[in-house]
């Protein structure tokens, strides 16, 4: 997929705006992915060599989504459930020790 100057707007600021919807959106979209890789089991290594990036720039920048969630779900009432909280803690922490170990 390739994004063309000629498929924004003319006036600058308003294809700012629409590259700054944009962004947002791909933001979501890299999040979702990155969770889909981290819940069939890829490792942090695997996903920051996609991003371009070190496993350790991965996981700071996607892990705060998974502590966040958990946070959010401690704060109100979630659709998480606790074993699925549990269950995701448990991941990271055993993929950090994983990372350690190989590293």
């Known amino acids: ?3 063309t100057a000629g498929a924004f707007p003319t006036d600058p600021l308003d294809a700012l705006r629409e590259l700054a919807r944009f962004d947002h959106e791909l933001q979501q979209l890299r999040r ?3 969770r889909a890789a981290r819940a069939i089991g890829t490792s942090w290594e695997s996903i920051g060599a996609a991003r371009g990036m070190t496993r ?3 996981w ?3 892990s705060r989504d998974v502590f966040d969630e ?3 779900s401690a704060a ?3 659709d998480l459930s606790d074993e699925d909280a549990l ?3 448990v991941s990271e922490v055993k993929a950090v020790r994983s990372a350690r170990r190989a590293g």
């Open 32 to 34: 979702g992915k990155v």
């Open 70 to 72: 958990i946070a959010a």
């Open 1 to 3: 997929m390739t994004i």
């Open 56 to 58: 350790q720039s991965a």
């Open 60 to 62: 700071e920048q996607y």
């Open 87 to 89: 269950s995701m803690a």
């Open 76 to 78: 109100e009432p979630a």
